[in-house]
Protein backbone atom coordinates (compact mmCIF):
# COMPACT_ATOMS: atom_id res chain seq x y z
CA UNK A 1 0.00 0.00 0.00
CA UNK A 2 1.67 3.43 -1.04
CA UNK A 3 2.55 5.26 1.88
CA UNK A 4 0.06 8.54 1.18
CA UNK A 5 -2.78 6.31 1.43
CA UNK A 6 -1.24 4.56 4.75
CA UNK A 7 -0.93 8.42 6.15
CA UNK A 8 -4.49 8.80 5.18
CA UNK A 9 -5.57 5.85 6.81
CA UNK A 10 -3.79 6.47 9.74
CA UNK A 11 -4.97 10.43 10.26
CA UNK A 12 -9.09 9.00 9.56
CA UNK A 13 -8.11 6.41 12.79
CA UNK A 14 -6.88 9.32 14.87
CA UNK A 15 -10.11 11.72 14.06
CA UNK A 16 -12.61 8.74 14.45
CA UNK A 17 -10.78 7.60 17.51
CA UNK A 18 -11.57 11.99 19.21
CA UNK A 19 -15.36 12.70 20.48
CA UNK A 20 -17.21 15.66 20.59
CA UNK A 21 -19.47 18.04 22.66
CA UNK A 22 -22.82 18.51 20.96
CA UNK A 23 -24.21 20.12 24.20
CA UNK A 24 -23.25 22.29 25.47
CA UNK A 25 -21.40 23.10 22.28
CA UNK A 26 -17.87 22.67 23.00
CA UNK A 27 -15.67 25.38 23.61
CA UNK A 28 -14.24 25.11 20.30
CA UNK A 29 -13.63 22.95 17.11
CA UNK A 30 -11.40 20.16 18.39
CA UNK A 31 -12.27 17.70 15.63
CA UNK A 32 -9.34 18.70 13.32
CA UNK A 33 -11.05 21.23 11.26
CA UNK A 34 -10.40 23.81 13.47
CA UNK A 35 -8.78 27.28 12.27
CA UNK A 36 -6.34 26.77 14.97
CA UNK A 37 -4.01 24.06 14.69
CA UNK A 38 -2.72 24.17 18.05
CA UNK A 39 -5.52 22.58 19.46
CA UNK A 40 -5.68 19.13 19.89
CA UNK A 41 -7.64 16.82 22.59
CA UNK A 42 -4.41 15.02 23.59
CA UNK A 43 -3.99 18.46 25.91
CA UNK A 44 -5.00 18.64 29.08
CA UNK A 45 -7.24 20.38 30.37
CA UNK A 46 -9.35 21.73 27.48
CA UNK A 47 -7.80 20.27 24.58
CA UNK A 48 -5.31 23.55 24.29
CA UNK A 49 -8.65 25.91 23.56
CA UNK A 50 -7.81 28.74 26.35
CA UNK A 51 -11.03 29.46 28.59
CA UNK A 52 -10.75 33.20 27.91
CA UNK A 53 -11.88 33.21 24.27
CA UNK A 54 -14.53 35.80 23.38
CA UNK A 55 -16.53 34.03 20.95
CA UNK A 56 -17.22 31.04 23.05
CA UNK A 57 -20.50 30.11 23.13
CA UNK A 58 -21.40 29.70 26.79
CA UNK A 59 -24.51 27.60 27.62
CA UNK A 60 -27.16 28.59 30.35
CA UNK A 61 -27.89 25.83 32.73
CA UNK A 62 -30.10 25.30 35.38
CA UNK A 63 -29.23 26.52 38.45
CA UNK A 64 -30.75 23.69 40.35
CA UNK A 65 -30.62 19.92 40.12
CA UNK A 66 -28.66 19.88 36.38
CA UNK A 67 -28.61 20.20 32.98
CA UNK A 68 -28.31 17.79 29.70
CA UNK A 69 -24.95 16.59 28.15
CA UNK A 70 -25.01 15.10 24.71
CA UNK A 71 -21.75 13.64 23.25
CA UNK A 72 -20.81 12.53 20.14
CA UNK A 73 -18.33 9.20 21.04
CA UNK A 74 -15.95 7.46 18.28
CA UNK A 75 -15.38 4.12 20.56
CA UNK A 76 -17.11 0.68 21.06
CA UNK A 77 -16.52 1.59 24.50
CA UNK A 78 -14.67 4.36 26.66
CA UNK A 79 -13.96 5.17 30.49
CA UNK A 80 -15.71 8.23 30.80
CA UNK A 81 -15.03 11.58 33.13
CA UNK A 82 -17.27 14.69 33.59
CA UNK A 83 -15.81 16.90 35.91
CA UNK A 84 -16.96 20.89 36.56
CA UNK A 85 -15.14 24.09 37.40
CA UNK A 86 -16.31 26.87 38.74
CA UNK A 87 -15.59 30.53 37.21
CA UNK A 88 -15.12 32.60 33.89
CA UNK A 89 -11.87 31.71 32.99
CA UNK A 90 -11.51 27.90 35.13
CA UNK A 91 -8.35 25.65 35.80
CA UNK A 92 -9.57 23.33 38.07
CA UNK A 93 -11.93 21.52 37.58
CA UNK A 94 -12.62 20.24 41.14
CA UNK A 95 -16.06 19.20 41.24
CA UNK A 96 -16.85 15.83 39.71
CA UNK A 97 -19.91 14.56 38.32
CA UNK A 98 -19.21 10.87 37.47
CA UNK A 99 -18.35 9.49 40.82
CA UNK A 100 -16.63 7.29 40.15
CA UNK A 101 -16.19 7.01 37.00
CA UNK A 102 -18.55 5.35 34.02
CA UNK A 103 -18.17 2.79 31.51
CA UNK A 104 -19.30 3.51 28.09
CA UNK A 105 -20.32 1.13 25.73
CA UNK A 106 -21.45 2.04 21.96
CA UNK A 107 -20.12 4.89 19.86
CA UNK A 108 -22.60 7.32 18.65
CA UNK A 109 -24.63 9.86 20.81
CA UNK A 110 -24.79 9.28 24.14
CA UNK A 111 -27.38 12.04 25.78
CA UNK A 112 -27.76 12.45 29.73
CA UNK A 113 -31.11 14.67 29.98
CA UNK A 114 -30.17 15.84 33.61
CA UNK A 115 -26.11 15.19 34.88
CA UNK A 116 -26.79 15.65 38.72
CA UNK A 117 -24.36 18.38 40.25
CA UNK A 118 -23.62 18.44 43.79
CA UNK A 119 -26.84 19.52 46.10
CA UNK A 120 -24.29 22.02 47.69
CA UNK A 121 -23.06 23.08 44.42
CA UNK A 122 -22.06 27.05 45.29
CA UNK A 123 -23.70 28.95 42.35
CA UNK A 124 -25.93 31.76 41.85
CA UNK A 125 -28.13 33.39 39.18
CA UNK A 126 -25.13 34.44 36.53
CA UNK A 127 -22.35 32.16 38.23
CA UNK A 128 -20.21 30.80 35.01
CA UNK A 129 -18.53 27.27 35.22
CA UNK A 130 -16.99 25.24 33.10
CA UNK A 131 -18.16 21.59 32.17
CA UNK A 132 -14.79 18.99 31.22
CA UNK A 133 -15.25 15.89 29.51
CA UNK A 134 -12.84 13.35 29.62
CA UNK A 135 -12.42 10.22 27.75
CA UNK A 136 -10.18 7.26 28.42
CA UNK A 137 -10.15 4.21 25.43
CA UNK A 138 -8.10 1.09 25.51
CA UNK A 139 -4.86 1.94 24.91
CA UNK A 140 -4.85 4.30 28.14
CA UNK A 141 -4.73 7.47 26.72
CA UNK A 142 -7.22 10.52 27.57
CA UNK A 143 -8.54 12.65 25.74
CA UNK A 144 -10.23 16.31 26.42
CA UNK A 145 -12.47 18.36 25.39
CA UNK A 146 -14.53 21.68 27.51
CA UNK A 147 -17.92 23.11 27.39
CA UNK A 148 -19.02 26.99 28.85
CA UNK A 149 -22.04 27.23 30.72
CA UNK A 150 -23.89 30.12 33.25
CA UNK A 151 -26.17 29.30 35.64
CA UNK A 152 -29.49 30.45 35.38
CA UNK A 153 -32.47 30.12 37.23
CA UNK A 154 -35.08 30.02 33.74
CA UNK A 155 -32.70 27.36 31.87
CA UNK A 156 -34.25 24.16 31.06
CA UNK A 157 -32.86 21.09 30.33
CA UNK A 158 -33.30 18.70 26.85
CA UNK A 159 -35.80 16.97 26.69
CA UNK A 160 -38.09 14.20 24.58
CA UNK A 161 -36.37 14.15 20.63
CA UNK A 162 -33.96 16.73 21.15
CA UNK A 163 -31.96 14.25 24.04
CA UNK A 164 -31.53 11.04 22.38
CA UNK A 165 -29.22 8.12 22.66
CA UNK A 166 -27.83 6.10 19.52
CA UNK A 167 -29.26 2.35 19.86
CA UNK A 168 -26.72 0.57 21.78
CA UNK A 169 -25.27 3.35 23.57
CA UNK A 170 -25.35 2.80 27.13
CA UNK A 171 -23.29 3.83 30.44
CA UNK A 172 -22.85 1.51 34.14
CA UNK A 173 -21.35 3.31 36.87
CA UNK A 174 -17.99 1.60 37.49
CA UNK A 175 -18.65 -0.10 40.65
CA UNK A 176 -22.50 0.16 40.72
CA UNK A 177 -24.69 -2.10 39.69
CA UNK A 178 -26.70 0.85 37.92
CA UNK A 179 -26.91 1.18 34.00
CA UNK A 180 -28.28 4.24 31.95
CA UNK A 181 -28.89 4.29 28.25
CA UNK A 182 -28.86 7.95 28.68
CA UNK A 183 -32.77 7.92 27.80
CA UNK A 184 -34.18 7.58 31.07
CA UNK A 185 -32.69 8.76 34.66
CA UNK A 186 -29.77 11.02 35.01
CA UNK A 187 -26.64 9.21 36.46
CA UNK A 188 -27.15 7.60 39.65
CA UNK A 189 -30.71 6.91 38.76
CA UNK A 190 -31.78 3.59 38.12
CA UNK A 191 -31.90 1.81 34.44
CA UNK A 192 -34.35 1.90 31.85
CA UNK A 193 -35.31 0.77 28.26
CA UNK A 194 -35.14 -2.92 27.59
CA UNK A 195 -32.16 -1.86 25.84
CA UNK A 196 -30.21 -1.25 28.90
CA UNK A 197 -27.38 -3.67 29.68
CA UNK A 198 -24.38 -3.59 32.10
CA UNK A 199 -20.72 -3.33 31.51
CA UNK A 200 -20.27 -7.49 32.00
CA UNK A 201 -22.68 -8.05 29.75
CA UNK A 202 -22.14 -6.54 25.91
CA UNK A 203 -19.39 -7.38 24.01
CA UNK A 204 -18.26 -3.52 23.54
CA UNK A 205 -16.62 -4.17 27.02
CA UNK A 206 -13.38 -4.98 27.69
CA UNK A 207 -13.39 -6.37 31.34
CA UNK A 208 -9.70 -7.63 31.17
CA UNK A 209 -9.32 -3.82 30.17
CA UNK A 210 -11.20 -2.87 32.61
CA UNK A 211 -9.93 -4.39 35.75
CA UNK A 212 -6.41 -3.41 34.76
CA UNK A 213 -7.15 0.18 33.92
CA UNK A 214 -9.31 0.60 37.20
CA UNK A 215 -6.18 2.32 38.66
CA UNK A 216 -5.61 4.16 36.33
CA UNK A 217 -8.88 5.83 35.90
CA UNK A 218 -8.53 6.50 39.35
CA UNK A 219 -5.08 8.60 39.06
CA UNK A 220 -7.45 10.48 36.20
CA UNK A 221 -9.64 11.03 38.80
CA UNK A 222 -7.57 12.15 41.93
CA UNK A 223 -5.25 14.16 39.30
CA UNK A 224 -7.74 16.40 38.00
CA UNK A 225 -9.75 17.04 41.69
CA UNK A 226 -6.63 18.56 42.93
Known sequence: MALPTLLLLASASLTSAHFGIEYPPMRANTLGSSKNSSYSQWTNPCAG??????????TPWPLSGGGSLKLDLHH???????????????SNFNYTLTNPFWNETGNGTLCIP???????LPVTEGTQGSLQVVTVGDDGNALYNCA???????ATALGGDDCKSSPGVSYTEVGAAKVDTGN??????????SGSKSAGAGSGVNLVALSSTVALAMVFVLGMSV
Not at 114 to 120: E, S, T
Not at 184 to 193: D, L, N, R
Open 76 to 90: HWTYLFINLGLGPDV
Open 49 to 58: VPGNLTDRPI
Open 184 to 193: GSAAGGSGSG
Open 148 to 154: DIVFRAN
Open 114 to 120: KLAVPAD
